[in-house]
Antibody
Framework: QVQLQESGPGLVKPSQTLSLNCTVSGGSISSGYYHWNWIRQPPGKGLEWIGCFSYYTGNTHYNPSLESRLTISVDTSKNQFSLELSSVTAADTAMYYC??????WGQGALVTVSS | DIQMTQSPSSLSASVGDRVTITCRASQDIRNSLAWYQQKPGKVPKLLIYAASTLYSGVPSRFSGSGSGTDFTLTISSLQPEDVATYYCQKYNSVPFTFGPGTKVDIK
């Protein structure tokens, strides 16, 4: 069974870049017809789709509301994909999840933006 | 972009009640809709995909229906363990937008 695990700093200063990795185990990120997603959830609020990539199409897609600050990349040698969100503010404080389609999710990484 | 709405935003029902949650898309998304359950402090779990297909391991009291713009999640007999927030998500095209959620609790 595929497992996903987010990792990265839990505290980021305003205006800096938030960086997270999602390490996949139990399956290859380069096989199958999946979308590998990033999703976030601010405290007490709903789910927001951030973006995804699809290895079989080679395409990366971003939420238009975040696109200007967002980069999603993949490292097949580490079976890992990553999120970079630049120029963060307190509004970017959230639990960040990675997910394979909607079926398999990581446990989430809480990122707080604060000085 | 296609917008997703859900109603009601919250509901309270008794154990054994039939509960219905509605999700509406601002444009036709065919049957490209998923439903998730998120219990407090937990990771969301997939309940239904393709609007009406029950995901493996999900109790049969959950069902989904609809196509196009209007969709429904039904819990046929509400159980205490169903207390959660339920989200719909479209996936016909990017962005894969979530609905705002419906919070379900026990009366």
């Amino acid at each position: 069974q595929v497992q996903l695990q987010e990792s990265g700093p839990g505290l980021v200063k305003p205006s800096q870049t938030l960086s997270l990795n999602c390490t996949v185990s139990g399956g290859s990120i380069s096989s199958g017809y999946y979308h590998w997603n990033w999703i976030r959830q601010p405290p007490g609020k709903g789910l927001e789709w951030i973006g995804c990539f699809s290895y079989y199409t080679g395409n990366t897609h971003y939420n238009p509301s975040l696109e200007s600050r967002l980069t999603i990349s993949v490292d097949t040698s580490k079976n890992q994909f990553s999120l970079e969100l630049s120029s963060v503010t307190a509004a970017d404080t959230a639990m960040y999840y990675c997910a394979r389609d909607g079926r398999d999710w990581g446990q989430g990484a809480l990122v707080t933006v604060s000085s | 972009d296609i917008q997703m709405t859900q109603s009601p935003s919250s509901l309270s029902a008794s154990v054994g009640d039939r509960v219905t949650i509605t999700c509406r898309a601002s444009q036709d998304i065919r049957n490209s809709l998923a439903w998730y359950q998120q219990k407090p402090g937990k990771v969301p779990k997939l309940l239904i995909y393709a609007a009406s297909t029950l995901y493996s391991g999900v109790p049969s009291r959950f069902s989904g229906s609809g196509s196009g713009t209007d969709f429904t999640l039904t819990i046929s007999s509400l159980q205490p363990e169903d207390v959660a927030t339920y989200y719909c998500q479209k996936y016909n095209s990017v962005p894969f937008t979530f609905g705002p959620g419906t919070k379900v609790d026990i009366k």
